[in-house]
């Protein structure tokens, strides 16, 4: 039985630096929470910080830059607050956090801001329903990882989800999502705004194996309709098996077609679809998604995820992706840009209580013109109390492109105290 997921970015403070009489508190990873009851949880947190950063506007420093390179004193107050209430199977969530930032010598004021809220019923008979709502405000930092060129944003998703199964031997699942998307280009003070309409459903038949285990088939169903400057239909068809292994291993191989008819003068598009993927945990200390693929625009896709721990004591995580997007800050239709993105992470600890951590990413964007952005990031944190920590932090950051005018460079480094409730 599927549950609706949802997702959030979470708004980590980058801690802060210049004058050791700064304080950052915070809410760590691993936050304990609150129970209220036997089936409630809270968690509420308050951060408070100061950071110094040689780059606040990511500033390529050349003439015709309308902002010039300029370092500042940034303090951030970063509230947030997650509730839970399991009620006889059935679930309930609200979350909300949120980042407000204020330059002491630049007066520079922003805010970015997440909320999710949800429930999901689960009922006699195999029926559950689904219902939530995510939204997102980004004024800053927006420019690592999204599309190059975007500048303030925000977007909203509803989604609603229906699922049937009968005795382990039919499942029969109905999704609608309402994605709202508004944003300024750089720049540019108009903004752009996307609503899209989307329709899927999945008829699906398990039946077990030889193998121990179990084999899904299912066909599915999925239909986009944006209302924007850049009217299309995407309509998909996808049809495939997945093998689920009792010891900790399954993969799918599936296949279709998916068609994008545009409400333009543009050629419409239609491309053979498909992927194939594997999902295993050969030990508790390591687990592995792989899956490679061809999308509706006749690219390749890969997404992969592995992590293996060491000794107990040394935590690896490394990730990739290669995707083809769409574009929405260019006028014509059918515009896309191509995605790859490579993350490496190695957390361990030492002395028995200091946590230590190495991270980077790589991201490079294709399109009129190509982007490539370095970030690596090093921390340090004591916990002084189960509910207080402290810590340190250094990151820096780098953007290549043909445009001479989208490159920076950026520097930031910080010390933090995190409370915790």
């Known amino acids: 039985m599927n549950r609706i997921s949802y997702k959030y970015n979470i708004l980590t403070p980058i801690g802060i630096i210049a004058p050791l009489f700064c304080i950052v508190i915070g809410v760590p990873e691993n936050a304990s929470s609150m129970q209220i ?111 190059a060129g975007i500048g303030d944003n925000q977007d909203n998703v509803l989604a609603m989800n229906a699922e049937y199964t009968l005795r382990d031997f039919l499942r029969m699942q109905g999704k609608y999502n309402h994605i709202w998307k508004e944003f300024f280009e750089e720049g540019n003070s108009p903004s752009s705004e996307v609503n899209i309409d989307n329709v899927e459903g999945t008829f699906a038949i398990p039946f077990s194996t030889r193998l121990r285990g179990y084999v899904t088939g299912f066909v599915e169903t999925q239909e986009s309709e944006p209302e924007s400057k850049l009217d299309y239909d995407d309509i998909k068809y996808l049809t495939g098996i997945r093998y689920v292994a009792p010891a900790r291993f399954s993969c799918w191989l599936q296949g279709g077609y998916e068609e994008y008819d545009y409400e333009a003068e543009n050629e419409d598009t239609s491309e053979v679809i498909g992927e194939a993927g594997v999902e295993t945990r050969l030990t508790e200390n390591n687990f592995l998604v792989f899956s490679l693929g061809r999308d509706g625009y006749g690219n390749l896709t890969l997404s992969g995820k592995a992590t293996q721990t060491i000794r107990d004591k040394l935590d690896i995580t490394l990730t990739a992706d290669k995707s083809t997007r769409k574009s929405f800050i260019d006028t014509e239709p059918g515009v896309t840009y191509d995605v790859t993105e490579l993350g490496l992470s190695f957390t361990t600890k030492f002395l028995e209580r200091i946590t230590a951590r190495l991270e980077g990413d790589y991201q490079q964007q294709e399109s009129q013109n190509s982007f490539e952005t370095w970030r690596a990031k090093a921390s340090l944190d004591y916990p002084i109390q189960d509910w207080i920590k402290a810590g340190t932090h250094y990151q820096y950051a780098i953007r290549t492109s043909d445009d001479a005018d989208q490159e920076y460079e950026d520097n930031r480094i910080g010390l933090f105290v995190t409370l915790s409730l």
């Open 37 to 147: 009851g036997k089936t409630t949880t809270a968690i509420a947190s308050i951060t408070l910080s100061a950071e110094n950063d040689d780059n606040i506007y990511f500033s390529s420093g050349l003439e015709g830059d309308k902002d010039q390179v300029e370092s500042d004193i940034l303090l951030h107050a970063i509230p947030n607050f997650l509730l839970s209430n399991t009620y006889n199977d059935h679930l309930f969530f609200f979350n909300v956090t949120s980042d407000y930032r204020y330059g002491i010598d630049s007066n520079l004021s922003d805010i970015n801001v997440n909320t999710a809220v949800g429930t999901e019923l689960y009922f006699p008979g195999g029926l559950s329903l689904g219902l939530s709502d995510i939204y997102s405000k980004t004024e800053f930092d927006q420019d690592i990882g999204a599309q």
